[in-house]
């Protein structure tokens, strides 16, 4: 059997379906490459169903034994072949930045469709089809339903088995719930789309945003025992985990060690952010996932924990009454390139026009229809086309944050600035080709000759406009 | 003799000029109304002529003896009776709001001019021509001359007799330059415009920033002497007090107590920051004068200082390379209405469009040609028409923050959010005529019918909006 680097090699075995499996019956499998030995959890799929999924990240004869206190699940053994395939493999934070783990860079462009796979399949198919057509390259998303302004609807299936009038059965899962699931994931992957999946939200009338601890873990056991083996999947503890009145900071360190010590790919790991940030020094949390309208500030993240600051969260374009839904694409493209110019991540498009379906796009996906989205196409072609695992922040004066790649690449951008001019400092001994960059009209103006020294950068005078430097030969 | 309430009454005395009257010959006048006795120091003003000017704030016949160690200027006597005048007073910081003397709302609306006095005379023409035909009721304007970026040229005169080249003479004053400074602060109290005198400022090739103690409280006492009896001065101690790096906080404690002691007239007393605020708790500091660009913030310092909070420089209107000099007339005027909407007054103006002249604004004065004036303007009037000194702010949710008067008047501003609803929550028991602002166009929409209890009012979807509800009888 062959499985390309990873792909997911899943296995399922026949083991009992009476009494209650999710909580009595145990089964790990043990997975070798040489002297290596990774330890994954199987997860109960209903029905007698016992499986194992893993994600094989070298080439070579995995081999694997089952372990379980079951007989009929213990000492099953079997083997495959890793061969190469065209995955990159997870995404990895290396430094400040993004990496797949073959080492391709991978630029976070983020959008927010929080309930999502609790909307009817026909609106799920939508989704697919708008993301397809889009510039992003990652989806937040909730396991648990929205309930919230303008997300009234139930769901056709939940975590658990039950519903609100007839209550949920929190000892065990729901098959039929995770297949969806499973799909959904699928289909995210097939379009190259990362799902930072969010582990528990506070906004909630079914009663799962405080569950005991007990269920909580075996919930984060069996999602990461059933997920771990997708290359896509990021874990995202909680959306505004301090909106969760009850529940501690200590709590959230349980989740994260709990996810942590059970993913045998080492996905990445996160928690957002209402007001208060939760200690992202912590050694299990793998980048920032932050909500602040001022993303200038991001650099001041930066510096505070040297790890990759991604902006999940900075108002939706849109036209509802909040303030958090009513920022217009200008302005959430001028608070994304501020972030990014600061040496952040543009994670937080969503988009927030009400129609009388109540359809709206950062809750329950659908369609796309604000001014945003072809601009960050376009953010993403600028940072893609830049030695974007090279950049580092810097202030090159107070009026000036920007980020560049040593003296061979730089991008500053003005924001609200509508300066004619600029008086730029290039490195000494070094010449520039300079473009000057409508992020809004999204044009590219390569301005004539070359530059270096003390030299002034002729600008438009308009708002929204950003500079790049990149050395040339003389 | 009659003068008019508020307005400035002035006796010349002749005296000795020979030795330095200006640091050897010291003068007093004691002015008697009844029982009240207010002591005004005089100034020398060159040529043997000395003189003493008072502000008298209450009608009656009032009395002044001098007193002096110098025999011929001790003991001159007179009197003058104070009739009623057509002017309201000094301007007073009453809770957060202003008010001139006599009770009459006063709304400060404010623009920059830093160096304009140091301009030839045809520019300063053009620019009180400016100001008479613009929306602001205050100026800051510095005494000492600007050396800065677009500010290269030498004034022809200074405080202090002397040049750059020839070195200044610190122990006597320029009685041309104050000649020259009372004729235009007279210009604008014309124009019934507040002159914010700035007393010192970082921005300096003369040496002005780093005077001796001894020079500086001279200078404060004859300042004080020379213009407490103009019912327009402001006193602000400095321009960006913490960019003078060669003077302390005690320096600044000591400027204000001595202009707090001299100042017969009790005019406002402030200091602007560029990044660090001075103790603005401090009971020398009569309202807060900031420079943020964050202007939110305006109700969290109201909130610390319970003084009136003039948002002075959140950045200017303009097309120069600096970040602060270059932000567009809409981006201004959003910073003004969030102040304003937070409790703040709008004390903001200035532009910096670049000319060939290097006649920016800002510095010179001269034209006035952005975009932001008359929407200033706009904002004036929606002010001045309402009961501007019983607004107080609140946070009837987190994101509406509003100025309000009892359940008599709501003013709330959406800024960035084009929000095309808003469900408003009325008290109970009152209807209300609601207008819907666009601060930007400059327009008054008043809704039909009225509105009460929870009410959703309708609004455009588009930036720069203004909810305006007044309660109306039945």
């Given at each position: 059997m062959?499985i390309?680097q ?7 075995f026949?083991g ?6 999710f909580c009595?019956v145990e089964?790990h499998?043990e997975f ?13 799929d209903?029905?007698?169903?016992y499986?194992v ?11 694997f ?6 007989a009929?699940l ?13 995955s990159h493999g997870?995404?990895r934070a ?10 391709e860079?991978y ?13 009817p399949?026909p609106?799920r198919?939508q989704?697919?089809?708008?993301l ?6 990652k989806?937040r998303m909730c396991l648990?339903?929205?309930r919230?302004?303008?997300n009234?609807n139930e ?17 065990s ?9 499973d799909?959904?994931l699928?289909?995210l992957l ?8 969010i ?7 079914w ?7 007990e ?9 990461v025992?059933?997920?771990a ?10 959306n505004?985990w301090?909106?969760m009145?009850?529940?501690?900071a200590?709590?959230f360190?349980?989740?994260?060690r709990?996810?942590q ?22 050694p ?13 500030q ?19 374009e ?10 217009s ?7 994304q390139?501020?972030?990014?110019t ?8 969503g988009?927030?026009y ?6 709206l796009w950062w809750?329950k996906?659908?369609m796309?229809t ?9 953010l993403?072609?600028?940072l893609?086309?830049?030695p974007?695992?090279?950049?580092s ?15 061979e690449?730089y ?9 004619s001019?600029r ?6 001994g ?6 000057v960059i409508d992020?809004?009209q999204?044009?590219?103006e390569?301005?004539?000759g070359?530059?270096?020294g003390?030299a002034?950068?002729?600008l ?9 430097a ?5």
């Amino acid at each position: 059997m062959e499985i390309r680097q990873y792909e997911r090699f899943e296995i399922s075995f026949t083991g009992p379906s009476g009494g209650n499996p999710f909580c009595e019956v145990e089964l790990h499998a043990e997975f070798r490459l040489g002297g290596r030995v990774v330890r994954v959890r199987g997860f109960y799929d209903g029905d007698g169903d016992y499986r194992v999924r893993f994600m094989p990240d070298a080439l070579g004869t995995w081999s694997f034994t089952t372990t379980s206190p079951t007989a009929e699940l213990d000492g099953r053994s079997g083997s495959f072949e890793c061969v190469p395939g065209e995955s990159h493999g997870p995404v990895r934070a290396i430094g400040t930045h993004f990496e797949y783990d073959d080492g391709e860079p991978y630029v976070p462009v983020g959008t927010t469709c929080y309930a999502w796979i609790h909307q009817p399949e026909p609106l799920r198919d939508q989704t697919i089809e708008a993301l397809r057509k889009s510039p992003f390259t990652k989806i937040r998303m909730c396991l648990f339903p929205k309930r919230y302004a303008y997300n009234e609807n139930e769901p056709e299936s939940f975590v658990f088995p039950g519903s609100l009038s007839q209550g949920f059965d929190y000892t065990s899962f729901n098959p039929a719930f995770f297949a969806k699931l499973d799909g959904e994931l699928d289909r995210l992957l097939e379009l190259g789309i990362e799902a930072d999946l969010i582990l528990f939200h506070p906004y909630d009338h079914w009663g799962f945003k405080q569950m005991d601890p007990e269920v909580e873990n075996r919930y984060l056991e069996y999602v990461v025992a059933r997920y771990a083996a997708y290359r896509n999947v990021w874990w995202s503890m909680a959306n505004e985990w301090d909106f969760m009145r009850e529940k501690t900071a200590a709590d959230f360190h349980r989740y994260f060690r709990i996810v942590q010590a059970e993913d045998h790919a080492a996905h990445l790991r996160s928690v957002h952010n209402g007001n208060d940030f939760y200690d992202h020094g912590l050694p299990w949390v793998t980048h920032l996932s932050i909500q602040r309208w001022e993303t200038q500030q991001t650099s001041t993240w930066l510096g505070q924990y040297g790890k990759p600051v991604v902006i999940d969260e900075c108002g939706y374009e849109g036209n509802i009454q909040e303030a958090w839904g009513s920022i217009s694409g200008q302005e959430l493209l001028r608070r994304q390139w501020t972030a990014v110019t600061h040496g952040g991540w543009p994670g937080a498009h969503g988009e927030t026009y009400y129609n009388d379906r109540e359809e709206l796009w950062w809750a329950k996906g659908g369609m796309l229809t604000g001014e945003s989205p072809p601009r960050i196409a376009f953010l993403r072609s600028i940072l893609e086309s830049a030695p974007v695992n090279q950049l580092s922040f810097e202030k090159a004066r107070w009026d000036q944050p920007q980020i560049h790649s040593g003296e061979e690449y730089y991008l500053f951008y003005l924001g609200s600035s509508q300066a004619s001019w600029r008086v730029w400092q290039f490195p000494q001994g070094q010449k520039y080709v300079v473009d000057v960059i409508d992020t809004w009209q999204m044009t590219v103006e390569r301005l004539p000759g070359t530059f270096a020294g003390e030299a002034r950068i002729p600008l438009p005078g308009r708002e929204f406009v950003a500079i790049r430097a990149t050395a040339v030969a003389d």
